[in-house]
């Protein structure tokens, strides 16, 4: 049993491999949070929640006696509610039909369940093997309920928070604020690492102290955007990859979000996470229920890598779905860097007909296929194929792909429309538009209006023409802008607060109709790069276009951060041609291979214009990827240098094995000096006593590698990279 009630401290223990997550209920009914951290068996963990004897920490009056229970606004909580003593960030927020604000939520009830619960319309982590706690609690006054979610699974260290709330008193209510977790520690001296970013830059590691006041990262725009990823670490100062306290926590979510981390003047630390309150307002009649997405999170008190490489676990294992959950993905080529909109159907045949020889298995035709699309002003919102531009059919163009060897793919971006396309002029009602505004455009187009079942709907069904029509082995689903002009026509203005959340619950609905139709399509979920690179989206589709810049040397930077939350499995990395269109930077290609291969390794580039000798380096790295995919895959992910280090000159990232029989090390020198001396790398999770051949030569033992360190090959100039295959020998 991960999930323990002890009667007489009335508490609620979670118990996962090497965690512990603890509950208390008071003497009066408030459902404390006693701990969070490294595993404590039997223990009754409240005696850590003290008093405040500030006369400005207000107290529930008709609360006579033991004074530490009642003071709200000091104790650790589950959840915690503005209105009625804690001016600390709340994580619900309730209007009542008179006017007033404020829930003072009391125990009623708790339930354990085998089995992780699963959320009607959302994504959430899945596991038979899981357990489930619902504790409810009902406000002192009016009939308004929470029901706490928490889903365990105990094997990767990982424990789930949703929420629901439920109004049952005869009037509506407004729901202002709905977060997910609420994390409190009576202490505090924390770091919080978070993953900032723009566009062709996702996801960079930063890391700031949780001081007085309040460090929010968050993303307004209707997506969780490239600006901020839904996903943090709260750490302890001494805090590295190897050491220290470190709480992961992943939004399973797509749209607007907070996190906030907060540090009051006891000193208590309060993380909460959800969607954000910014333009949100659901209204609850009577007997309706508000449903918040979840958030994931793990500890480790061995630092940051053992909290990413459970999250890279529950991800991979139960958050994708489907075929491509763990069969090989096809190495793809994607023609957009190699043409943009400047092709035919001939000369994607050519394309396909070269990266076959070099044992490319999936062609992907990107944008500008359909409608009156030869740049981006036109015709999103009109998937039927421009067989003018592609010279044959789409089903033709399959075909010839497919006789060339590879399978076929292509480009859609359903959720957007332009104004110039057949579907505005005959519904210009689908697009998000203010009645009294002239819409807001960004890459010329607008966002359709997802919360309609009708829009939905005529999407769906162009999608689905388009798919019958062909036979077509993979999908690429992108966004390019985020929402502005959010008002919905079919819904009143008292009603408008709930369409940014709307929004997203139509679109997993468009995501679970149609990805559930075609089981065999590999899916990749793409905004403009990675901004929409979070959980929500990878429960739909096992992969993400990770950013637009395909710079190896920034991508060290960019697949590093996003490593921290995200497995290599999710991580869209393709090889593009020298100079980088992005940086116009020139890179050695052996290291354009090395880094996509931290990711899903394809390329993007037009192989026609390839030299002979490029081919032959091609073809060696598709051989070389497919020979070291389950590793690279499913092996744990180590992060042994950082680029974010100023004194190192390399990014170091390895995998190994889980029975640790074998490991691949990428060594990439982002920066050189003259003069240097040869870099020692000591490796991780081999096994110290076995014996390891590192590139087929020279053999060590796992010690030896481990604690005095693999020697890297010295080389010149900016930019080289080096592979090392660590292979057991028995
Ligand atoms: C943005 C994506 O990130 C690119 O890979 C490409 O698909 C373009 N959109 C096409 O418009």
Redesign the pocket.
Known sequence: MAIIFNEQNKTYTIQTKNTTYQMAINPFGVLLHTYYGRKIENDNLAYTVYDDMSPFTPKTEDIKGDEVWARIDHIPQEISCFGCGDYRESSVNVRHADGTMGLQPIFVSAEIKNGKYSLEGLPAFYGDEGETLIVTLKDRVYDVYLHLYYGVLPEYDLITRALVIENKTSSKIHVEKALSLNLDFNYGDFDLVSFEGRWAQERRFQRTPVAHGKNQIFSTRGASGHIMNPSCILCSKDATETNGDAYALAFVYSGSFLISASRNFNDNTRLVMGINPENFNFVLESDESFQTPEVAMTFSYNGFEPASQNLHKAIRNNLCRGKYKNARRPVLI?N??GTYFDFNGDKLVSMAKDASELGVELFVM???WFGKRDD?YSGLGDWVVNERKLGCTLSELASKINEAGLKFGI?F?PEAINEDSDLYRAHPDYAFKMPNRQPTLARHQLILDMSRKEVRDNIYNQLCKILDSANISYV?W?F?RNITDLYSCEVPAEKQGEIYHRYVLGLYDLLERITSRYPDILFES????GGRFDCGMHYYMPQA?TS?DTDPIERLKIQHGTSFIYPVSTMGAHVSASPNHQTNRKTPLKTRGNVAYFGTYGL?LDVNKMTDEEKAEIKRQVAEFKQHYELIQRGEYYRLRSPYEFDSLYCVWQVVASDKSEALVCAVKYRTEANTHPEFVRLRGLDENKYYKVNGGKIYQGATLMYNGLMLEQSWGDYESQLYYIEEVK
């Open positions: 994607n957009w860097e990107d944008d500008g981006d480009w971006e690429k992108d390019n793409c905004s403009g790069g276009w637009d993007e």
